[in-house]
């Protein structure tokens, strides 16, 4: 299984951004998908998750109402469309997928090599 994070950048606090998740080596629709960031220091921490068929997602309370995660079953694409972003939103933002339909839970194990979100204020 291959995941390959893009979208990342620069911004201010207060932009947008959308990450996406291209995915292969099997069958994207089959399983949930997510995201987990690490900021500089800390560890990593989950974002937000989305099942297979992308009827049910859930998020992390910081990004909550910001943060929208999506898919596109046909592109094996994945989706975070982040609003209203914080400084504290600055990390290195990794996409993963589970053997689960339903959720990534809290280790997955498929990891791709992450992109690198920095909000200035």
């Known amino acids: 299984v291959q995941l390959q994070a893009s979208g990342g950048g620069l911004v201010q606090a207060g932009d947008s951004l959308r990450l996406s998740c291209a995915a292969s080596g099997r069958t994207f629709g089959a399983y949930a998908m997510g995201w987990f960031r690490q900021a500089p220091g800390k560890e990593r921490e989950y974002v937000a998750t989305?099942?297979?068929?992308?009827?049910?997602?859930y998020y992390t309370d910081s990004v909550k109402g910001r943060f929208t995660i999506s898919r596109d079953n046909a592109k094996n694409t994945m989706y975070l469309q982040m609003n209203s972003l914080k400084p504290e939103d600055t990390a290195v933002y990794y996409c993963?997928?589970?053997?689960?339909?339903?959720?990534?839970?809290?280790?997955?194990?498929?990891w791709g090599q992450g992109t690198l979100v920095t909000v200035s204020s």
């Open positions: 993963v997928s589970s053997v689960s339909s339903r959720s990534v839970g809290e280790s997955p194990k498929y």
């Open positions: 989305i099942n297979y068929s992308g009827s049910s997602t």
